[in-house]
């Protein structure tokens, strides 16, 4: 079974500039979700997709970021214009759906490195 | 305060001791527990969920005190490849994201 992909591995852009993060989640995972870690801190939630529906975009650092997962398969994440504090490392992972005890194990892919100058 | 918080190490450890990691949490309506293990410029890698109970997987064992709101993760005869950073995650209250600690360094040495 294929983990989870994300492209590209790495982005330098220009402040100003738009970048488009990918993600392509394990074949059968409904949830998807992003994550950031930017230097020296600790990993943090962006949002949670539930097929096609959003179902938490509670970390959404503001309305530059645009996620969308149409079709509910692979989902993009659209940062514009970008600014320096977004450069870190953006994480992408998926889970099936509740597993023991409700338990929702999340798997994730190996990020994009995204550095603003 | 950190809703997560580890001791960031880092724990230096000769091959085949036994090192214990601890970890608090601050929502006491979290529901999910886990361990995960990230090596440098890797992604996380999930390594153990952490049931009431407490649980173990080879080497590895997992506890987890409510009460409390503590969670520990026990390796014993560690490995060389042991060495990464382990970082513990719970869920965020009922919701299914994931609030990360900043993660425990851990250095076995031959």
């Known amino acids: 079974e294929a983990g989870v992909t994300q492209f590209p591995s790495h982005s330098v852009i220009e402040k100003g500039q738009t970048v ?9 995972h409904d949830n998807l979700y992003w994550y950031r870690r930017v230097m020296g801190k600790e990993i943090k939630f962006l949002l949670h997709f539930v097929k096609e529906s959003k179902q938490d975009e509670s970390g959404m650092p503001n309305n530059r970021f645009l996620a969308e997962r149409t079709g509910g398969t692979y989902s993009t994440l659209k940062v514009q214009p970008a600014e320096l504090e977004d450069s870190g490392v953006y994480f992408c992972a998926s889970s ?14 190996p990020g994009t490195r995204l550095t603003v100058t | 305060r950190k809703e997560v ?3 960031p190490g880092p724990f230096n450890v000769p091959e085949g001791a036994t090192v214990a990691f ?4 601050s929502n006491s309506a979290s529901q999910s527990f886990f361990w995960y293990r990230q090596d440098c410029r890797k992604e996380p890698k999930l390594l153990m969920s952490v049931y009431s109970s407490g649980n173990e997987d080879g080497r590895f064992t997992a506890q987890l005190n409510r ?14 490849s042991d060495s990464a950073t382990y970082l513990c995650v719970v869920n965020g209250g009922g919701f299914q994201k994931l609030v990360f600690g900043t993660g425990t360094r851990l250095l076995v040495s031959p």
Do not use: H, M, W
């Open chain 1, 20 to 28: 488009t993060l990918r993600c392509d989640p394990i074949s059968g």
């Open chain 2, 22 to 25: 601890n970890c608090t949490y």
């Open chain 2, 5 to 7: 918080e580890q001791d």
């Open chain 2, 67 to 80: 009460a409390s709101q503590y969670i520990s993760l026990l390796i014993r005869d560690s490995k060389l």
């Open chain 1, 96 to 109: 099936r759906g509740p597993g023991g005890a409700g338990v929702y194990e999340q798997y994730f892919g």
